[in-house]
């Protein structure tokens, strides 16, 4: 009897868990600013800007689509559902190389 029990529970466990999931790139909508009014979300962070090490340091992209990916998998593993105010700017350097992109925005959980 024991064992049955262990066994339901072990079931039920794996079924609520399964349905934990966290959120998934491809979950997270870019919106932009007059898609939304304020009350309609609530931020998350903001990505890329809030820590101290953005003083130092910011990650750099080859192009804008690697940026708003990179910013998309960090909402994700946020658990936010959505990115606002998103922006990507362009720079090549003190002398001119290859041009990176910067990319930020606020991760957001909408309700």
Do not use: H
């Amino acid at each position: 009897m024991r064992k049955r029990i262990a066994s339901l529970a072990a079931i039920v466990s794996a079924a609520i868990m399964g349905g934990c999931a966290s959120t998934t790139t491809e979950d997270v909508k870019i919106y932009s600013a007059a898609q939304l009014r304020q009350g309609e979300y609530e931020t998350v962070k903001r990505i890329w800007v809030e820590s101290w090490r953005t003083a130092l340091w910011v990650p750099t992209y080859s192009s804008r689509d690697d940026g708003i990916a990179a910013l998309r998998d960090k909402a994700a593993s946020l658990d936010a559902n959505g990115l606002i105010n998103v922006d990507c700017y362009g720079d090549s350097g003190l002398f001119g190389g290859s041009q990176t992109f910067t990319c930020y925005g606020k991760a957001i959980e909408v309700r």
